[in-house]
């Protein structure tokens, strides 16, 4: 099996529906996915105590959180998730939030989760909402997702974001 570079890659990545076991691990994810420096296990509790930041992953799950992790053997290497009740968030819309680690990204990894992830919100949410820094490379990532930019605003840290949403397979009803 190769990585989209070509590299020959050892064990297949497996991906799993995220559970309440993943807190600690998401919480590292989010320091990657915020663009934290440094990021990691070291900058966990600066992410806690970010009143923004916070709502990502505190009292995970939480009604309505879905998410998946990207295993390598048994190793957790990426997770993408999904909450309401974010900042961008409209009624009944959850936001995203994804990360890979440094070492496992371009080998498809985020585009499995994905694929997953939009499968498990088509039918229960319209839409999925995000905010991606406007200079991450992450950007063209999301388009090849079918998000389409909706906004520009000001990020926790001063510098500018894209809003971008996905529709989805209409919830069903309940």
């Not at 990657?32 to 440094?38: D, K, R, V, Y």
């Not at 990894?109 to 992450?138: F, H, Q």
């Amino acid at each position: 099996m190769h990585d989209r570079e070509g590299k020959v890659m050892s064990r297949p990545i497996r991906i799993r529906q995220a559970s309440a076991g993943d807190t600690d691990f998401l919480w590292e994810m989010l320091t990657l996915a915020a663009s934290m420096s440094p990021a990691g296990k070291n900058a966990v509790p600066t992410a806690k105590c970010d009143a923004f930041l916070s709502t990502y992953v505190a009292g995970w799950p939480k009604a309505g959180d879905l998410g998946v992790i990207a295993l390598d053997d048994d190793k957790a290497v990426g997770a993408t998730w999904v909450r309401l009740g974010l900042d961008l968030s409209a009624a009944g819309v959850p936001e995203l939030a994804t990360a890979v680690y440094p070492e496992y990204q371009r080998r498809g990894i985020g585009s499995l989760m994905m694929t997953e992830l939009i499968r498990m919100c088509s039918g229960t949410y319209s839409a999925i909402i995000l905010s991606v820094r406007a200079s991450n490379p992450a950007l063209h990532f999301y388009e090849r997702f079918e998000f389409t930019p909706r906004g520009r605003l000001e990020n926790r840290v001063g510098t500018e974001s894209i809003v971008m949403s996905r529709r989805l397979q209409e919830p069903v009803p309940r």
